[in-house]
């Protein structure tokens, strides 16, 4: 089993910053992608940035230029800076990970959430 932690969410105002962390734990060989997703109330969650093991990235339009993910593989982490903040961004924000076990299995795995809420 893979475990996903997160840390680092909470109430900022408008314009402010945030920086996710979220740590995996487990049978872990290799995480292939690592990523951060939001889901708003009575919205779908929605991908926000994405990182492969050799540093690729993609964002959603909505964050280019304020979010950066980065992530440490050697400590299985993944990282959100959050910059510029905007009301919109309020959401509960999961991490995910994709990768292989040491028996060859894959794996797919959700961190619990964390809240972000930003103010005006």
């Known amino acids: 089993q893979v475990h996903l932690v997160e840390s680092g969410g909470g109430l900022v105002q408008a314009g402010g910053s945030l920086r996710l962390s979220c740590a995996a734990s487990g049978s872990i060989f290799s995480i292939n992608v690592m990523g951060w997703y939001r889901q708003a109330p009575e919205k779908q969650r929605e991908l926000v940035a994405a990182?492969?093991?050799?540093?690729?990235?993609n964002y959603a339009d909505s964050v280019k230029g304020r979010f950066t993910i980065s992530r440490d593989n050697a400590k299985n982490t993944v990282y959100l800076q959050m910059n510029n903040l905007k009301l919109e961004d309020t959401a509960v924000y999961y991490c995910?990970?994709?990768?292989?076990?040491?028996?060859?299995?894959?794996?797919?795995?959700w961190g619990q959430g964390t809240q972000v809420t930003v103010s005006s």
């Open positions: 995910n990970g994709q990768g292989s076990g040491y028996m060859g299995s894959q794996f797919r795995s």
């Open positions: 990182i492969t093991r050799g540093g690729s990235t």
